[in-house]
């Protein structure tokens, strides 16, 4: 394996374990670690009522993760590629709309990943 396809295989794989964060975030720590994360974007009185909702997004999170690490365990290299770029631009679709609709912070934390991968799988 040449060393772009090395660092291709690292950062899918970093973004596969950035989601396992989301999930355990959203799914496990939306009252004690959420409130701090995002104190500036959601009143400390919300997060009790919205624990549903960010568990329900922790579960999406969980399912791009999965779907990344899958990639990792694929032989075959076209179905390789392109289970890499649909995840991927779930990832990065996710990071934009984020980032219009929560903090441009996100776009940096998430889709930036994503769209540097995405990159990376176009020039091999």
């Known amino acids: ?26 799914m496990f720590a939306w009252e004690t670690k959420g409130k701090k994360i995002f104190r500036n974007t959601l009143a400390a009185d919300m ?3 919205t624990k549903g909702l ?15 690490i ?6 075959d290299n076209i179905w390789k590629i392109n289970i890499s770029i649909f995840f991927l631009y779930c990832v990065m679709v996710a990071g934009v709309y984020g980032a219009f609709t929560i903090t441009k912070k996100i776009f940096f934390v998430q889709a930036l990943p994503a769209i540097i991968a995405l990159i990376l ?4």
């Open 47 to 49: 997060f009790n009522p």
């Open 1 to 26: 394996m040449n060393s772009m396809k090395f660092l291709l295989q690292i950062l899918i794989s970093l973004i596969a374990i950035e989601h396992l964060g989301f999930l355990w975030l959203e």
């Open 70 to 75: 899958w990639t990792l365990f694929i032989s």
């Open 54 to 68: 960010a568990a329900n997004q922790g579960l999406y999170n969980g399912f791009l993760s999965a779907g990344l």
């Open 121 to 124: 799988i176009l020039v091999l």
